[in-house]
């Protein structure tokens, strides 16, 4: 860890890797089942006790209390999205999701296989996405 010079701390590796995608998944997941026409309606209870029935992927992420700085990242992004298209907010998130996941692949298979030529890594690509 480094201190950074405003007062915070800066943490790297393969732990916060993790955690960047382990995050993302979770926005993912409490959207994607809502996505379609076979989507399914969520049910969220906040604080109060205030319930809203939906299946929309704005309003969902808009109820969700995101603390993760990846995580709040998508919802951001599907806010962006909502504002200037207004619709596809649920596409933005499984995209981003499923974007950090394959970057997270091909760094790991990067730092494994620092040794291989780039023919060998370019298909243990490709197995490790099958």
């Not at 309606?41 to 109060?48: C, E």
């Not at 939906?54 to 919802?75: S, Y």
Request: charged fraction near 20%; charge should be negative; hydrophobic fraction near 40%.
């Amino acid at each position: 860890m480094a201190t950074l010079a405003i007062d915070g701390e800066r943490t790297t590796g393969q732990d916060v890797r993790n955690q960047n995608v382990t995050a993302c998944a979770a926005i993912a997941n409490s959207v994607k089942t809502s996505l379609g026409p076979d989507g399914l309606d969520k049910m969220i209870v906040d604080g109060v006790g205030d319930v809203t029935i939906t299946n929309d992927g704005a309003t969902i992420l808009q109820k969700l209390e995101v603390e993760h700085p990846a995580a709040k990242c998508l919802v951001q992004l599907a806010h962006l999205q909502d504002k200037e298209v207004g619709d596809g907010t649920t596409s933005v998130v499984i995209i981003g999701m499923y974007g950090q996941t394959i970057s997270y692949i091909i760094l790991k298979l990067v730092v494994d296989c620092r040794n291989l030529t780039l023919v060998n890594f370019s298909c243990r690509v490709i197995e490790e996405g099958k």
